[in-house]
C-alpha cells in the first residue's frame, strides 16, 4: 500500500496555472485513478493524495497541458527497506510558477516491487534543461501513458570506452532483458560513419555470457538492429540539433526519455553538454547525462568543471561515474559490514590496525600516454577509485540505504580525512625491462610521453581520518601501473590479540599472526579472512589459513561488469553510485596540496622496472606505520 502524504502546490500566477491539473494513476497499469483541475493561485493537494490508498500511484502534474512530473516507484523499494520515503521538490521551467510535492510511502509487499520489469521501474521525473521557449510539442498523454522511451546516446561513440565497456554492457542489458521495452541507441561522434558501420564495430566487441549463450546470435542481431548512428561536432548545437531529430523519428510519439553518456575526452565535456541539452533534451520526460571521469585535476578545476555543468544541468540530472563503485566486491563491502553481526563491532580503530587499497595492473599506459601524463596514476586511480572505496568502507551507518544518506555519509568521511602530506606519499615511474627475450618499454619510451615527463605511474600514500572511529589508523594505498600483477583488493589487518596464549607458538612472527580480511575485488572476486589455525596433528603448530568465500566457486552466475550495473542505475535514476559534487570537492581537497607540491618541487619519482612489485619505498612508507603491506605477505 502507498500512502501520499502531503503534498503542496503554489504559483503565483493564475495565468499560468489555469490550464493546469494533476492525475494519479496506477503504478502497474498505469490506469488514471483521480485527477483534479486547478485554476488558482494556491492548492492543497493534500486531501486528494490522502483520500487515495492503493497498491501504487505514480503521479502526474499537468500544467498548461504539459506533463512534467512523475514520482517513481524506485529501487528503494527493494525488499530490504521495509519503509520508505520518496521526496521530490523541484522547480518548473516556468519562471513563475514553483511546485514541490512530497510523499511517503509505506511499501507493498516487496517480492511485487522486485517482480517489476525494469521499465515499470522507470518513474523518475526530471525536467526537461531545455528553455521553456523551446519545448513546442505538446505531450497527449492520455493517448501515450503506457508508452514510454529511453534513448541512450553515446557521445564520443567511435572511442575506445565506447567500444570496449559502455556497448558491451548496454547489450548485456539488453540480453538479461534490463533494458526498457522502448529503446534506441544512438552513437555520436565526428568520424563518419552510417548505421551499418556502427553496427559492424560494435558487433565485433559484442559477448554473451558464459553462462547464458541461448539465442545469443538472434539478440545480438535484435540489439544491433536499435543501434543507430549520427555524426556530429560536438560544440554544434545544430548537428545536436539534428540528432534530436532522428531521436524524435525513433521515439515515435511515446513518452521520451534521454541519456546522454559523454566518453569523450574532458576538454569537450563542457560544449558537448551545452549542446546536447540546448539542442536534443527531452521535451517531456527526464534528461540524465553521464560524465566519465577526470572531473577536473585539482579542486579548482574541478569546481569550475562543475561550476560549467550546472548552467547546463541539474546535479540530480548529472551521473559522475567511478565504475568502481559498480564493482560486485565494491557494491558488496556495506552488504558485508552492515549486515554481519561479526563483522560491525569490529569496524573501528578499537580492533583494526590498518586498511590498505590496493590496485596494481601488468600493463603500461600503452595507447593512453598523452591522456595520463596530463594526469599520473594519483589522479586516476587514487583521488577516486581508491578513496572512494574508502569512504564507503570507513563510513558511518547510513540512516537508510537512500542515495542521498549513503552520499552524506561517504562526504563526513572525506571532511574528515587529513589532507594528504608530501611525507606521507612515494611516487615511482616504470622503466623498460627485459624479460625472457621480450622488452617491455618504459613510460617515457611511449611517442606521446616526454623524456623527461616526471608524471608518476605508481604511488602509495598514508592516509588518516580524524574521527572517533579511526583516529591514529592508518589508512594506505597503493597503485601502479606495469607491475607484476593484476588485482584490486581491500585489506583490513586487525591487532593483535591481547594477552594471546599462543603467543610463543608465533616466535618472532607476531605481525603474520594477526586476522586479515581480505576483499578482492578482481581479478577472482573473493572474500577471505586469514586466521590462526591448529594444524591437524598430536603437536601443537598453528598455521595462518584462509576461510575463503571464492565467487567462482560460490555462484554460479557471471559477475556483471560495472558498467552494466552503472548504466542500469543511471536510467532507473538511481543516484547512488554516482559521485556528488560536495563528495568530488572533498576527494579534491584532500590531494590537491599535495598534487601541487608534486609539481612545483619537481619530486622525482623512484624508477621501478616494468613487471616489478613497484619501487622500495613503498615498503618504507608502511614501515613508518608499522606496517607491512598485505599483499606481499
Ligand atoms: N578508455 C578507458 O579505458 C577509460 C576512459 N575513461 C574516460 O572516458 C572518456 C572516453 O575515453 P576514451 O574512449 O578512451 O577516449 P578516446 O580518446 O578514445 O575518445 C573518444 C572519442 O572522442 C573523440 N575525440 C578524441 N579526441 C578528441 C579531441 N581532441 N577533440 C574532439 N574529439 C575527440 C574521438 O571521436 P571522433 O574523432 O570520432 O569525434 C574519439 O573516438 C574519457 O573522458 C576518458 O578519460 C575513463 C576510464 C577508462
Ligand atoms: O579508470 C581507470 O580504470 C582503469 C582500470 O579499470 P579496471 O576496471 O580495468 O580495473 C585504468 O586502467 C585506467 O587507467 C583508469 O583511467
Known amino acids: 500500500m502507498v500512502t501520499l502524504y502531503s503534498t503542496h502546490c503554489s504559483s503565483s500566477s493564475k495565468a499560468a496555472a489555469s490550464n493546469s491539473s494533476i492525475g494519479f494513476y496506477n503504478y502497474h497499469n498505469n490506469l488514471p485513478i483521480s485527477s483534479r483541475k486547478f485554476g488558482s493561485q494556491k492548492i492543497s493537494l493534500t486531501p486528494i493524495c490522502n483520500a487515495i490508498r492503493m497498491q501504487d500511484v505514480a503521479c502526474v502534474l499537468f500544467l498548461n497541458k504539459r506533463s512534467f512530473y512523475e514520482p517513481r516507484v524506485s529501487r528503494k523499494q527493494r525488499p530490504y527497506l521495509p519503509k520508505v520515503e520518496v521526496r521530490f521538490a523541484y522547480t518548473l521551467p516556468s519562471p513563475n510558477l514553483t511546485c514541490g510535492i512530497t510523499l511517503g510511502a509505506v511499501v507493498a509487499p516487496p517480492s511485487k516491487i522486485e517482480n517489476k520489469t525494469p521499465l515499470k521501474k522507470l518513474k523518475d521525473g526530471i525536467l526537461s534543461v531545455r528553455p521553456p521557449e523551446e519545448q513546442k510539442d505538446t505531450f497527449d498523454f492520455d493517448s501515450n501513458k503506457d508508452k514510454s522511451t529511453v534513448s541512450i546516446t553515446v557521445v564520443g561513440a567511435s572511442g575506445d570506452l565506447a567500444k570496449k565497456k559502455i556497448f558491451p554492457a548496454l547489450f548485456a542489458l539488453y540480453y538479461e532483458g534490463f533494458l526498457p521495452e522502448h529503446f534506441t541507441i544512438f552513437g555520436y561522434a565526428r568520424s563518419k560513419m552510417t548505421d551499418t558501420e ?3 564495430m560494435v558487433s565485433k566487441t559484442l559477448t554473451c555470457r558464459i553462462d547464458k549463450r541461448e539465442n545469443c546470435g538472434e539478440k545480438m542481431e535484435e540489439f544491433l538492429e536499435r543501434c543507430f548512428y549520427h555524426s556530429g561536432q560536438y560544440d554544434s548545437q545544430e548537428n545536436f540539433a539534428e540528432l534530436d531529430k532522428r531521436l524524435k523519428e525513433h521515439e515515435a510519439g511515446r513518452f521520451p526519455n534521454r541519456l546522454f553518456y559523454l566518453s569523450i575526452p574532458p576538454n569537450i565535456f563542457i560544449n558537448a553538454v551545452r549542446c ?30 562543475t561550476r560549467s555543468l550546472k548552467q547546463y544541468l541539474k546535479e540530480d540530472q548529472i551521473f559522475r561515474i567511478d565504475h568502481y563503485l559498480g564493482k560486485e566486491l565494491v557494491e558488496n563491502l556495506s552488504v558485508l559490514r552492515f549486515s554481519n553481526l561479526i563483522f560491525e563491532p569490529l569496524w573501528s580503530r578499537q580492533y583494526i590496525r590498518n586498511v590498505q587499497f590496493i590496485f596494481s595492473e601488468d600493463f603500461g599506459t600503452e595507447g593512453r600516454g598523452g591522456y595520463f601524463d596530463h594526469y599520473g596514476i594519483i589522479r586516476d586511480i587514487m583521488q577516486n577509485h581508491l578513496l572512494q572505496i574508502l569512504a564507503l568502507f570507513a563510513m558511518e551507518t547510513p540512516v537508510s540505504l537512500d542515495a542521498e544518506d549513503i552520499r552524506n555519509e561517504k562526504v563526513k568521511v572525506l571532511r574528515s580525512m587529513r589532507p594528504l602530506q608530501l611525507d606521507d606519499v612515494v611516487v615511482g615511474q616504470y622503466k623498460s625491462h627485459t624479460k625472457g627475450g621480450t622488452t617491455y618499454s ?17 604511488a602509495a600514500a598514508a592516509l588518516f581520518i580524524d574521527n572517533a572511529r579511526w583516529d591514529g589508523v592508518p589508512f594506505l594505498m597503493k597503485a601502479g601501473k606495469a607491475l607484476h600483477t593484476r588485482s584490486a583488493e581491500i585489506r583490513v589487518q586487525f591487532r593483535h ?18 586476522n586479515e580480511l581480505v576483499i578482492r575485488v578482481q581479478p577472482d572476486e573473493a572474500i577471505y579472512l586469514k586466521i590462526n589455525n591448529k594444524v591437524p596433528g598430536l603437536g601443537m603448530r598453528l598455521d595462518a589459513s584462509n576461510l575463503n568465500l571464492l565467487y567462482s566457486a560460490r555462484y554460479s552466475k557471471e559477475i556483471p561488469d560495472a558498467y552494466e550495473r552503472l548504466l542500469l542505475d543511471a536510467i532507473e535514476g538511481e543516484r547512488r553510485l554516482f559521485i556528488r559534487s560536495d563528495e568530488l ?15 612545483q618541487k619537481k619530486i622525482v619519482p623512484e624508477n621501478y622496472p616494468y613487471g616489478s612489485r613497484g619501487p622500495i619505498g613503498a615498503h618504507y612508507l608502511a614501515a613508518r606505520y608499522k606496517v607491512r603491506w598485505g599483499d606481499l605477505a
Open 585 to 599: 570537492d572533498a576527494a579534491w581537497s584532500l590531494f590537491t596540496p599535495v598534487l601541487k607540491e608534486l609539481e
Open 497 to 514: 590479540v591481547p594477552g594471546n596464549l599462543y603467543n610463543k607458538n608465533f616466535g618472532s612472527y607476531l605481525d603474520q599472526a594477526t
Open 198 to 200: 556502427l553496427r559492424n
Open 276 to 305: 546536447a541539452s540546448l539542442s536534443a533534451s527531452s521535451a517531456h520526460g527526464w534528461t540524465r547525462v553521464i560524465v566519465e571521469k577526470p572531473f577536473g585535476r585539482d579542486c579548482e578545476s574541478s569546481a569550475a568543471l
Open 442 to 458: 618504459g613510460y617515457t619510451d611511449d611517442k606521446t610521453v616526454p623524456k623527461d615527463s616526471l608524471t608518476p605511474t605508481f
